[in-house]
């Protein structure tokens, strides 16, 4: 294995035994020390099944993919209110992560702090130990209960590879719509 430097950027090589070359993929790290994914993670999906204004107990599933060549591991999600009229309110500590998707769950991930920025309106979810790549993950978030005020409310999802100076990087957004379910 070799380790270049290239334009500041420090790579990994992998280096061919006869006629079978082995890959090897790590992270990319600046000459400062920043931590970039090779390959990101893709936001697969984001949604609620309640959607009616109010309502008690609801769930919001963010659901993320880490491709084999990510070249690190995912260490944590932050995920920001954006647009929305209301700042919701979460159950931090009923937060919860498992692999693969809403529908077919998978093993449970133990978290990390899971901790909120009002300011911002950004919930972070550590992972510990963190994702590896291959590995499709769903971040499940327990508001107190949906926005009292219908209309959309996007969330920007942001990966961070593992490191203490790790670059995030956006996966996107999650749309929900909330509605009021009365009729007049």
């Known amino acids: 294995m070799r380790v270049a430097t290239l334009f500041g950027i420090t790579l990994t090589l992998a280096i061919g035994i006869g006629e079978v070359a082995v890959p090897v993929t790590q992270a990319v790290q600046l000459r400062d020390g920043i931590v970039y994914f ?59 992560a498992f692999v693969g998707t809403r529908d077919h769950k998978g093993a449970k991930l133990t978290l990390g702090p899971v901790t909120r920025e009002r300011k911002t309106r950004t919930i972070t979810v550590n992972f510990d130990p963190p994702v590896t790549p291959g590995q499709t993950v769903t971040i499940a978030l327990r508001p107190v209960s949906n926005p009292s005020f219908s209309g959309v409310y996007l969330f920007g999802v942001t990966a961070f590879p593992v490191g203490e100076k790790s670059h995030g990087q956006f996966l996107g957004f999650g749309r929900f719509q909330f509605q009021s379910s009365r009729f007049w």
């Open 38 to 96: 090779v390959q990101p993670p893709k936001l697969v999906e984001a949604v609620t099944i309640y959607k009616d204004v109010n309502f008690p107990g609801g769930t919001y599933y963010f659901t993320i993919n880490v491709p084999e060549n990510a070249g690190e591991s995912l260490g944590k999600v932050a995920i920001a209110q954006h647009e929305g009229s209301e700042n919701i309110r979460y159950h931090l500590d009923d937060t919860r």
